[in-house]
Each structure stands twice: as structure tokens, then as C-alpha cells.
């Protein structure tokens, strides 16, 4: 540059604000490329918190005592004290504020302003706190902080841009949907009661990339007490399981689902083998009686874990965990007994997509020869389900944008549309839709089985057929999902909970995500919305690799297309 800039202007932020490097950037920027009185755009940032009481966030971060009805009373599954002491996982969980139900935290204090950014000034991106003492509105166990940031894009703060949920917004029928930023959620390193009008500060920290949160009696500036080094995980469970798997985890009614398969299938002489990352399965098995219990673990890290778990609850000795791929297993691993009853949530660390569990299969076949006769495999069965939809928002993310602003942005459009064009149109992607609101325009449809009685075949499934719109709206996209036929009487679902009526959104299964496949003709707003009728597809399971491919196809009484 031949000389200091005069004018900064940047795009920098992601959820946390300063995730991305805003702090070290305008710090380099202000020392070497731009002049000392200069104008940036945006001008200002500040960063909100409220301090609530919430046991579903807090189900996504510590493991609740487990609670199994056996035929000798209540056994019940506790933590070890190390996971209860973690302070847990160091980052944020960024999510759809707005989705969270507000009957389902209780808030201890307002809004707090916690700290700003001045972005047309010299920048630091140094460590350092910012304490907001208040009265707690109610009396309760502070347990989890949400929060925001917006920016004034001029000096004067005419122009706005707010990331603040509904309940924080000033006018929430002006709210805006994005997906790039959204809202924060951080856990405090443990649980702490407050008590309605009885002061305390919230303390926001923040080094260079990341911000957290602590709650102390007193200012730091008073008291001293100040914490540079962020909270690291020390018991291995948070980098092992992610915030849903957690939240799962701790489904007491997911779990009495199992328990309740587990005792048809279960006999006094059952030797059983799990086979799903850190699952507490096979704990349930053995206190419902089983004579022998083996789980399987993929890694080391999880080997550990599950060892601690066991020793907390006096199962050392009870539960044999292997360390082994699947193929490798050998009778001397299995004590020289045979399979009687072949266990799996299933889940995997490794799986993105809904089908991708069906890596279970794939070790049911690998260790046939370790099953005894008769032998029962629990799940039985899955199937792959799929619906139409109309999204509220989310189908934003593959549409055009054409003019924003006045600026005719067709160039990148089409861009995009090419790569898209590509693979990625051909292909679905994770959503978590509990985040993402829609409507379904048809009836749920089973498209194909999978049955973990037999080994995987070793020919394509391939299936042909059409699903019946029965409800207007744009056809914005399918989404699939699993389903997990414990018993004959029992099944998992990882998607569609209940039956959606005409209007009302979908209840989806908020423990995992769920596969998108859009619909591209239907994604440009300006389409018309025309006479759907069908939406037929191709969908084909691939025992090699494990993969399912699809196409759906959108048709009418004039024509089809894609």
C-alpha cells in the first residue's frame, strides 16, 4: 500500500464474534495498515449474556444419574466424580436460540451488556475479563450462559445488526433468520446457586479466538481472583461425545425404551457384545440380568472412558471391554463363549449422515462367526424413511440471491449452481431440524429396509418409487432419516417423532441430525408454485462402501424435472 487506509472495512465475525480472528486481524491492521483516525465498517460490536437455570442445555454437558428398573428394584447409573468435577468441553455450542422453547430455561438475570469492541480504535487482542455484577431475578442453579453480539455499522448506531433471539429483540417482527451467525451457548465449569436479589458477577473472558464465562461473588477487580486459561476437558467424555450425544445419553425415556427391548430379548445364560461408541448398553445388560457382557471400543480414549464409568459403578469386574476392530476379534477375546445376543444403540463418533450407523451391520457381519445358534441381534432391523417438505428458513441456504442491496450478484449464483451441479445437488446433507422449522407436504414413507438378521448382501438394495404430495406448499427438499426396529414392538426413530398435522411444524428427534436433500427448481422464491403432484426417486444402498445414493425428481400433470 502506498499509504495508511483511511476507511477499514471488514467482515470478520462468526457466532462467538471473535471466533475467526477479529481481535489479532484489527489489531494487526490498526498498527500497520491504517491510519490512527480512521472510519471502520462496522464501527462497534458488543456482546450480550443471560445467566439462566436449564436441565435440558445441561443435559448437553454433564451425564445425569441413569435410572434402570430391574427385577430386583432401581439400579442406578452414576457419573464418576471426575466427569461431575470437568469443567467441560472449551467451546461453544452456536445454535438456533429461537428454537430452544422458553419453558425450557429459566432466566436468573436480564440481558447483560458484557463487553464492546471499537473497531475504528487501536484493538488488543490480549486475554482479558469483563465482570457485570447483578441481582438474580429468581432463586436457582446457575448452570448455563446464552449469548449474542450485534454491531453498529456507523459511528452513530443508526444501522443495526442484531443477532438477539425473540424474547431479547427489540421488535421481534423485524427478527432476521441467518445460519452464519447465530447465538452462543456456554456451560459454567459447575453448577452454582444463586439466590433472588442476593448480588453476583458474571465474568466474560476471552483470549485471542475465544470467550467463556464464571461466576463469582465479587468482581475480579476486587477480589483478584481472575481465570486466564480457559477450561479444558480432563475426564475425555466431552471430546469423545459431542453436546447431542450427551443430551441422548441422558434421554431417560430413550433409555426405558431400550431397557424394556432389552427384557424380551434377555436371557439368565445371555452372553451379550455391544457394539456402539461409548454406550452405556451394556450396562443395561448387565443389570437386567445377563450372565456375560463384552463391549467393544473403537479407541483407546474410549476405552478409558467407559472403564471409568464402570469403575464407578462397581462393574470393573463385570463388564470385559475390547479394544479391537471387529475383524480382528478372536474366541480368546470372547473367553472361548459364543454370542448369544449382539448389541447397538447403534451409534458411531465417525457417522455424519443418518445411514452411516449402518456401519453396525458391517460389524454384525464381521463377527457372524462369533455368534452362537440362535443367536439374536438387537437392533433387529433398520429402515431409511424419508418425507417432503416446505422449510421456513432453512432452504435459504441453496437458494439464489440474485440482487442484494442493488448489486446484481447473478455471477456468484451461477457459480455456485455449477459446483453444486457438480455432486452436492445429488447429494443430502446434516441438519439438526429440531434448529430448522418445516412443514411436511407428504406422508412419511419407508423407502428401504436393512435387515441385521442376515450378513450385509453383497448386491446393491435398489429401490424405485414416488411419494404423494397430499398437502400444498413449495416442495423445498426430502428429508430421510433412520429407524431402528429394537423388538417387533419397539422402534427407535432418529427423525419424525410423532405424526405432523396440516399446519403444524415437525417434531424431530433432537438428539441427532437429519438428512437434506433439496429440491434445486423449488429454492428461487420467484418460482411458481405450480401443481406438484408426485415426487418420484431412485435410491440405492451400496454394500461396498456403505453409501446411499438418491435422486428425487419433482413432477406434474404438464411435465417432470429436475
Same mark, same amino acid.
Given at each position: 500500500?502506498?499509504?495508511?487506509?483511511?476507511?477499514?472495512?471488514?467482515?470478520?465475525? #462468526?457466532?462467538?464474534?471473535?471466533?475467526?480472528g477479529?481481535?489479532?486481524?484489527?489489531?494487526?491492521?490498526?498498527?500497520?495498515?491504517?491510519?490512527?483516525?480512521?472510519?471502520?465498517?462496522?464501527?462497534?460490536?458488543t456482546?450480550?449474556?443471560?445467566?439462566?437455570?436449564?436441565?435440558?442445555?445441561?443435559?448437553?454437558?454433564?451425564?445425569?444419574?441413569?435410572r434402570?428398573?430391574?427385577?430386583?428394584?432401581?439400579?442406578?447409573?452414576?457419573?464418576?466424580?471426575?466427569?461431575?468435577?470437568?469443567?467441560?468441553?472449551?467451546?461453544?455450542?452456536?445454535?438456533?436460540?429461537?428454537?430452544?422453547?422458553?419453558t425450557?430455561?429459566?432466566?436468573?438475570?436480564?440481558?447483560?451488556?458484557?463487553?464492546?469492541?471499537?473497531?475504528?480504535?487501536?484493538?488488543?487482542?490480549?486475554?482479558?475479563?469483563?465482570?457485570?455484577?447483578?441481582?438474580?431475578?429468581?432463586?436457582?442453579?446457575a448452570?448455563?450462559v446464552?449469548?449474542?453480539?450485534?454491531?453498529e455499522?456507523?459511528?452513530?448506531?443508526?444501522?443495526?445488526?442484531?443477532?438477539?433471539?425473540?424474547?431479547?429483540?427489540?421488535?421481534?417482527?423485524?427478527?432476521?433468520?441467518?445460519?452464519?451467525?447465530?447465538?452462543?451457548?456456554?456451560?459454567?465449569?459447575?453448577?452454582?446457586?444463586?439466590?433472588?436479589?442476593?448480588?453476583?458477577?458474571?465474568?466474560?473472558?476471552?483470549?485471542?479466538?475465544?470467550?467463556?464465562?464464571?461466576?463469582?461473588?465479587?468482581?475480579p477487580?476486587?477480589?483478584?481472583?481472575?481465570?486466564?486459561v480457559?477450561?479444558?476437558?480432563?475426564?475425555?467424555?466431552?471430546?469423545?461425545?459431542?453436546?447431542p450425544?450427551?443430551?441422548?445419553?441422558?434421554?431417560?425415556d430413550?433409555?426405558?425404551?431400550?431397557?424394556?427391548?432389552?427384557?424380551?430379548?434377555?436371557?439368565?445364560?445371555?452372553?451379550?457384545?455391544?457394539?456402539?461408541?461409548?454406550?452405556?448398553?451394556c450396562? %443395561?445388560?448387565?443389570h437386567?440380568g445377563?450372565?456375560?457382557v463384552?463391549?467393544?471400543e473403537?479407541?483407546?480414549?474410549?476405552?478409558?472412558?467407559?472403564?471409568?464409568?464402570?469403575?464407578?459403578?462397581? %462393574?470393573?469386574?463385570?463388564?470385559?471391554?475390547?479394544?479391537?476392530?471387529?475383524?480382528?476379534?478372536?474366541?480368546?477375546?470372547?473367553?472361548?463363549?459364543?454370542?448369544?445376543?449382539?448389541?447397538?444403540?447403534?451409534?458411531?463418533t465417525?457417522?455424519?449422515?443418518?445411514?452411516?450407523?449402518?456401519?453396525?451391520?458391517?460389524?454384525?457381519?464381521?463377527?457372524?462367526?462369533?455368534?452362537?445358534?440362535?443367536?439374536?441381534?438387537?437392533?433387529?432391523?433398520?429402515?431409511?424413511?424419508?418425507?417432503?417438505?416446505?422449510?421456513?428458513?432453512?432452504?435459504?441456504?441453496?437458494?439464489?440471491?440474485?440482487?442484494?442491496?442493488?448489486?446484481?450478484?447473478?455471477?456468484?449464483?451461477d457459480?455456485?449452481?455449477?459446483? %453444486? #451441479?457438480?455432486?452436492?445437488?445429488?447429494?443430502?446433507?446434516?441438519? &439438526?431440524?429440531?434448529?430448522?422449522?418445516?412443514?411436511?407436504?407428504?406422508?412419511?414413507?419407508?423407502?428401504?429396509?436393512?435387515?441385521?438378521?442376515?450378513?450385509?448382501?453383497?448386491?446393491?438394495?435398489?429401490?424405485?418409487?414416488?411419494?404423494?404430495?397430499?398437502?400444498?406448499?413449495?416442495?423445498?427438499?426430502?428429508?430421510?432419516?433412520?429407524?431402528?426396529?429394537?423388538?417387533?414392538?419397539?422402534?427407535?426413530?432418529?427423525?419424525?417423532?410423532?405424526?405432523?398435522? #396440516?399446519?403444524?411444524?415437525?417434531?424431530?428427534? &433432537?438428539?441427532?441430525?437429519?438428512?437434506?436433500y433439496?429440491?434445486?427448481?423449488?429454492? #428461487?422464491p420467484?418460482?411458481?408454485?405450480?401443481?406438484?403432484?408426485?415426487?418420484?426417486?431412485?435410491?440405492?444402498f451400496?454394500?461396498?462402501?456403505?453409501?446411499?445414493?438418491?435422486d428425487f425428481?419433482?413432477?406434474?400433470?404438464?411435465?417432470?424435472g429436475?
Amino acid at each position: 500500500m502506498p499509504c495508511r487506509a483511511n476507511i477499514l472495512i471488514t467482515e470478520l465475525f #462468526d457466532t462467538e464474534l471473535i471466533g475467526e480472528g477479529a481481535l489479532p486481524s484489527y489489531e494487526h491492521a490498526h498498527r500497520h495498515l491504517v491510519q490512527e483516525n480512521c472510519e471502520a465498517v462496522p464501527h462497534r460490536a458488543t456482546v450480550y449474556a443471560q445467566l439462566v437455570e436449564s436441565r435440558t442445555m445441561w443435559s448437553w454437558n454433564k451425564l445425569f444419574p441413569i435410572r434402570v428398573q430391574t427385577r430386583f428394584g432401581e439400579q442406578i447409573i452414576v457419573p464418576p466424580l471426575e466427569l461431575e468435577r470437568c469443567p467441560g468441553a472449551p467451546s461453544v455450542y452456536d445454535i438456533q436460540l429461537n428454537q430452544v422453547s422458553p419453558t425450557d430455561f429459566t432466566a436468573l438475570s436480564n440481558v447483560l451488556p458484557m463487553f464492546s469492541v471499537d473497531f475504528s480504535k487501536q484493538v488488543s487482542s490480549s486475554a482479558a475479563c469483563h465482570s457485570r455484577q447483578f441481582e438474580p431475578l429468581a432463586s436457582g442453579q446457575a448452570q448455563v450462559v446464552l449469548s449474542w453480539w450485534d454491531i453498529e455499522m456507523d459511528p452513530k448506531g443508526k444501522i443495526k445488526c442484531t443477532m438477539a433471539p425473540f424474547w431479547a429483540h427489540s421488535d421481534p417482527q423485524e427478527l432476521q433468520w441467518r445460519d452464519h451467525w447465530m447465538q452462543c451457548v456456554y456451560f459454567l465449569p459447575q453448577e452454582e446457586p444463586v439466590i433472588q436479589g442476593s448480588a453476583v458477577c458474571l465474568v466474560a473472558h476471552h483470549d485471542d479466538y475465544c470467550v467463556w464465562y464464571s461466576l463469582q461473588r465479587t468482581s475480579p477487580e476486587k477480589n483478584g481472583r481472575v481465570h486466564p486459561v480457559r477450561p479444558v476437558c480432563d475426564c475425555q467424555a466431552h471430546l469423545l461425545w459431542n453436546r447431542p450425544r450427551f443430551g441422548e445419553i441422558n434421554d431417560q425415556d430413550r433409555t426405558n425404551q431400550y431397557v424394556q427391548a432389552l427384557r424380551t430379548v434377555l436371557k439368565p445364560d445371555s452372553v451379550c457384545l455391544c457394539v456402539s461408541d461409548g454406550s452405556l448398553l451394556c450396562m %443395561l445388560a448387565h443389570h437386567l440380568g445377563a450372565e456375560k457382557v463384552f463391549t467393544m471400543e473403537s479407541s483407546a480414549a474410549s476405552h478409558r472412558l467407559m472403564e471409568k464409568i464402570f469403575k464407578a459403578n462397581h %462393574l470393573e469386574d463385570k463388564i470385559n471391554v475390547i479394544e479391537k476392530r471387529p475383524e480382528l476379534l478372536t474366541p480368546a477375546d470372547l473367553v472361548g463363549k459364543k454370542v448369544s445376543l449382539l448389541l447397538g444403540e447403534p451409534f458411531f463418533t465417525t457417522s455424519l449422515l443418518p445411514w452411516h450407523n449402518l456401519y453396525f451391520w458391517y460389524v454384525r457381519t464381521a463377527v457372524d462367526q462369533h455368534l452362537g445358534p440362535g443367536a439374536v441381534v438387537m437392533p433387529q432391523a433398520a429402515s431409511l424413511h424419508a418425507v417432503v417438505v416446505e422449510f421456513r428458513d432453512l432452504w435459504r441456504v441453496r437458494s439464489p440471491c440474485g440482487n442484494c442491496e442493488g448489486f446484481d450478484v447473478h455471477i456468484m449464483d451461477d457459480m455456485i449452481k455449477r459446483a %453444486l #451441479d457438480f455432486r452436492e445437488s445429488k447429494e443430502a446433507e446434516p441438519h &439438526p431440524l429440531w434448529e430448522y422449522p418445516c412443514r411436511s407436504l407428504s406422508e412419511p414413507q419407508q423407502i428401504l429396509t436393512f435387515d441385521f438378521q442376515q450378513p450385509v448382501p453383497p448386491q446393491p438394495l435398489h429401490v424405485e418409487g414416488s411419494i404423494k404430495l397430499s398437502r400444498p406448499g413449495r416442495s423445498h427438499g426430502a428429508v430421510l432419516w433412520m429407524e431402528y426396529h429394537l423388538t417387533p414392538d419397539s422402534t427407535i426413530s432418529t427423525g419424525l417423532l410423532k405424526p405432523a398435522e #396440516d399446519k403444524e411444524d415437525c417434531c424431530w428427534n &433432537p438428539h441427532c441430525k437429519q438428512a437434506v436433500y433439496f429440491f434445486s427448481t423449488m429454492l #428461487d422464491p420467484r418460482a411458481p408454485l405450480g401443481s406438484l403432484q408426485t415426487v418420484s426417486y431412485v435410491v440405492e444402498f451400496h454394500p461396498r462402501t456403505g453409501d446411499v445414493t438418491m435422486d428425487f425428481m419433482l413432477s406434474n400433470a404438464l411435465d417432470d424435472g429436475h
